[in-house]
Nanobody
Framework: QVQLVESGGGLVQAGGSLSLSCAAS????????INWFRQAPGKERDFVAA????????YYADSVKGRFTISKDNVKNTVYLQMNSLKPEDTAVYYC????????????????WGKGTLVTVSS
């Protein structure tokens, strides 16, 4: 089992920045890729970014490329999502999820989920 706990959500104005955290624990979590997804009201859950546990590999959705940065702290076992130049359309509940494959982008492929943190971007 891998436990994931997100934090850092909140209300921010358009153009602002916010940093989300995903604290990981449990057995063998270092074998997993950590992904960020988001789900806006009334919409499907979408892939945002992913990182290998070694941090040697990262991947981003086109919609956030150049604005969001995924990173990790091995000492704290935490993955971060730095979000800059935020837009109202970035408003969503953000989830972190763990999976063993670097090729998984679909929610159904994830093995473990956190409970999410709400990000609201005002115009």
């Amino acid at each position: 089992q891998v436990q994931l706990v997100e934090s850092g959500g909140g209300l921010v104005q358009a153009g602002g920045s916010l940093s989300l955290s995903c604290a990981a624990s449990g057995r063998a979590f270092s074998n997993y890729f950590i992904n960020w997804f988001r789900q806006a009201p009334g919409k499907e859950r979408d892939f945002v970014a992913a990182i290998s546990w070694s941090a040697a590999w990262t991947y981003y959705a086109d919609s956030v490329k150049g604005r969001f940065t995924i990173s990790k702290d091995n000492v704290k076992n935490t993955v971060y999502l730095q979000m800059n130049s935020l837009k109202p359309e970035d408003t969503a509940v953000y989830y972190c999820a763990a999976d063993r494959s670097p090729f998984s982008r679909a929610p159904k492929d994830m093995d473990f989920w956190g409970k999410g943190t709400l990000v609201t971007v005002s115009s």
